[in-house]
């Protein structure tokens, strides 16, 4: 069964920490793409 | 390591037959990219120990052994939502069983991605395909809801983790992760 914690502090820390893991999953997710899309170009020529 | 037992037990990880083939990107830091394709898309799983490295500072296993999972799907242009393939999901499974082939001691650390709401879909959907798949007696699942007061609403978050059950440390591991977690409603700002 899923355990739930309710945070009702506004000013929590773990809004924050979340919302950075959302940013470093954002750049990881561009700098894959990047990746993707050398390897497209690459096949090409 | 913790010696030739576990490595015997994670040398019995399944291997589904019906999947795609993948190939691996690994970085200097040690991030590691398995990626496939499929006909509609192109999909990436990562494997990161650096993603949740600052916060888990005070928690000696989560510190070690802790990398940060999920993947990233890439439409091809023209196609809207890929079709129901059960493939993708049995080459997950054995991306995450090599993964532990090689390193045993692994704790796989998610949270669902939120900024477009469908956190509860996802945490639903990775429920079901662990719930279905035959590494489930070889790998334990935990997860908690995080409802997060933000605005005038709560907001729910979903943030859990993987381990091998031949993992010595796995009781250990469950109770740093829950410390952990219990401490988030005293984590003021500042």
């Not at chain 2, 019906?18 to 190939?23: K, N």
């Not at chain 2, 999901?89 to 650390?109: G, S």
Request: proline residues 3%; contains cysteine.
């Amino acid at each position: 069964m899923l355990k739930k914690i309710v945070i009702s502090n506004r000013n929590s820390k773990v809004l924050a920490f979340l919302n950075e893991i959302e940013r470093k999953k954002e750049e990881m997710r561009k700098k894959v793409e990047k990746r993707l899309n050398e390897r497209r170009q690459a096949k090409k020529s | 390591m913790n010696g030739d037992k576990q490595k015997n037990h994670n040398a019995h990880m399944p291997r589904a037959l019906e999947s795609y083939d993948y190939y691996v990107d690994e970085e200097n830091n040690g991030e590691k990219y398995f990626t496939f394709e499929t006909p509609d898309a192109v999909y990436t799983v990562y494997f990161n120990p650096n993603e949740y490295k600052n916060r888990v500072a005070d928690y000696p296993l989560l510190l070690n052994n802790t990398h940060g999972f999920g993947f990233f799907q890439f439409i091809r242009d023209g196609v809207t939502i890929p079709k129901n393939d059960i493939k993708i999901r049995r080459t997950i499974e054995n991306i995450i069983c090599d993964f532990y082939r090689e390193n045993p001691n692994a704790i796989l650390l998610y949270h669902c991605y939120y900024a477009d709401g469908k956190q509860h879909k996802r945490s639903k959907k990775f429920e079901r395909w662990y719930n279905e798949s035959a590494a489930k007696n070889l790998i334990t699942k935990h997860e908690i809801g995080l409802e997060i007061l933000t605005g005038e609403e709560y907001i729910t978050h979903y943030i859990g983790y993987l381990i091998s059950n031949a993992n010595k440390e796995i009781d250990s591991v469950h109770k740093e992760f829950e410390t952990f977690a219990l401490s988030f409603p005293d984590d003021k700002g500042g």
